[in-house]
């Protein structure tokens, strides 16, 4: 046992070193820093390594313990068939007329109930392994629709250096290839309530804007109220506030007022801890009547080179942000930490489904090979031995699937809510495809198990087993 343990150890702690170096490569190239080294204490691998021993040793003194308990006579005689509850009532089995490869199916997982919930449990566990290195794809997906289609419809974004009057988009929208344009503002501001406070930016939006269109928690677009304050659900929870509460203003631009403004709406940004007023409002704010500090374009996607190319030369424009070009930057930056995630996951998944039904199926292998090489002698074939053998694992992988599915729902909720921050928050979504991959993943797992075990029943020497209970 000691050997085993260490080994596994080993070449956990190993693995894990390249695990760890490859999340750095990723970490570096996605937040472009330009040092990122591993830095490893001796303690986790330490901790990890007793956590293993103490597993195994418990299990291994377990076993010991129940085999010391044995008299010598009585373990050097034929087993004793296991006492059989019924887990029906006689007249469901009589409906049912099970047959006797049933009630040898049923007399079994009666006879060890305790075995037939811990293999479900542990296929159940493998199935959110695999769904958590996969949700990320669902997770990135969701927030690219919602932020880049639903609420910033726009495909081009620029902004000034200083606020300018909303006559440049007049001419913005003069400019070849542009469908549509419209202003924006951003102010620097404190909100307070109470002893409760953030420092963030007002963003103010044109009445009735199609091309950023704030969402609520339905993806419903949320009209800007004309005096109102409308904030981010993560805003308004650090600041403890609901709509109809009053939020002190204080604008930190133009005459830096104070003014205590109600909540009007409260909506669900991917994207930061936004506040959003009227732009008119905003201005009215500022003492700045009548101007914008950036723009939203919707520009045909053929002139977007050059149009590219003739912002950056146009002193009045500070920046000019492509949308395809962000979200293909993105996107690529991320890819790198998904892969690394999912793959792991989904190994050590794999590895956990693998050894649950493996350790299983061998084990009732051993303990009924007598039974199964009687079976032989009386004529069944292998397929249908190995068919009464591997029908009880169908059915708790049948059962522990959907119980691990179902765990995903919660352990992803859980993931999504732990790894949200002011930067971005996580979307708790799960597309079809996520939950098939896994339960493919674990299937898979269990059929690997299955198939070598069954070549062991294969080469089964019916008369070294037969002797065996002589």
Known sequence: MAFIVGLGSLLGIGGGLLIAKGLMVSYRAFFRFPVLELHTSAWPALAAVLISFTAAAAGALAALGRVVQVAPAVAMRPDAPRPFHHVLPARALGWLKPGPRAMMLMRNIAG?????????????????????????????????????????????????????????????????????????????????????????????????????????????????????????????????????????????????????????????????????????????????????????????????????????????????????????????????????????????????????????????????????????????????????????FTIETAIGIPVGLWLSRIVVELMARSSSNESFQIPAVIEPRTYVAAAVVVVAAALVSAWTVRRRIDRLDLVAVLKTRE
């Open 112 to 392: 060890r109930p305790f075995r037939a919930l811990f293999t479900i449990a542990g296929i159940a566990f493998a199935v959110p392994m695999v769904v958590l290195g996969l949700f990320w794809n669902d997770a990135m997906d969701r927030m690219m629709e919602v932020q880049f289609t639903l609420v910033e419809r726009g495909n081009v974004a620029v902004s000034f250096p200083q606020p300018l009057d909303k006559a440049v988009l007049r001419d913005l929208a003069r400019e070849p290839g542009v469908l549509g344009v419209e202003g924006e503002r951003f102010v620097p501001a404190r909100l307070r309530v109470g002893h409760r406070s953030h420092l963030t930016a007002l963003t103010g939006l044109p009445p009735g804007g199609r091309l950023r269109r704030p969402r609520d928690a339905a993806l419903r677009p949320v009209t800007l109220a004309p005096e109102g304050l409308t904030l981010s659900r993560m805003l308004a929870e650090r600041l403890g506030v609901s709509p109809g509460d009053s939020v002190r203003v204080e604008v930190l631009e133009g005459k830096r007022g104070v003014r205590d403004v109600e909540v009007a709406a409260i909506v669900d940004d991917i994207f930061g801890m936004n506040a959003y007023m009227d732009l008119s409002a905003l201005n009215r704010m500022t003492g700045d009547p009548g101007v914008v500090s950036a723009a939203e374009l919707y520009v045909d996607e053929s002139a977007l080179a050059a149009l590219g190319r003739r912002f950056k030369q146009l002193p009045v424009i500070e920046a000019v942000t492509m949308k395809a070009s962000a979200i293909t930057s993105f996107l690529d930056k991320v890819a790198g930490l998904v892969l690394i995630s999912a793959s792991v996951l989904t190994g050590f998944a794999a590895v956990m489904a693998v050894g649950v039904v493996y350790n299983n199926a061998r084990i009732a292998l051993q303990e009924r090979a007598w039974e199964l090489a009687s079976l032989r002698v009386l004529g069944f074939t292998r397929a249908e031995v190995s068919a009464i053998l591997f029908t009880e």
